[in-house]
């Protein structure tokens, strides 16, 4: 059973950083897609960024530069860094996985969410 549990959300000032974190079981980890989707109420889950089983990354243009996707295969964990936060980056911040990334927006393994909020 596919389990996913993030950690790492917060209150903090514009310019201010995070790390986002989302343990990962019940599935072959390094041979999955993982991300992380964000969601304001009212409005649609957004991808955020991506990372592909062998390491290559995806970023939405408005984190590019800013956040840093990475994962650790050895302990199931996925990362998410998030410097120079701005308050359009307030959100509930969700990990997610499928089999192939293009599958990813849609997927019904998702964690519970980690709320990120950012003051002006």
């Known amino acids: 059973q596919v389990q996913l549990v993030e950690s790492g959300g917060g209150s903090v000032e514009s310019g201010g950083s995070l790390t986002l974190s989302c343990a990962a079981t019940?599935?072959?980890?390094?041979?999955?897609?993982m991300g992380w989707l964000r969601q304001v109420p009212g409005k649609e889950h957004e991808g955020v960024a991506l990372?592909?089983?062998?390491?290559?990354?995806y970023y939405t243009d408005s984190v590019k530069g800013r956040f840093t996707i990475s994962r650790d295969n050895a302990k199931n964990i996925l990362l998410l860094q998030l410097n120079r936060l701005k308050t359009d980056d307030s959100a509930m911040y969700f990990c997610?996985?499928?089999?192939?990334?293009?599958?990813?927006?849609?997927?019904?393994?998702r964690g519970q969410g980690t709320q990120v909020t950012v003051s002006s």
């Open positions: 019940g599935f072959p980890f390094s041979r999955y897609c």
């Open positions: 997610a996985t499928a089999q192939h990334c293009h599958a990813l927006m849609h997927s019904p393994h």
């Open positions: 990372i592909y089983s062998d390491g290559r990354t």
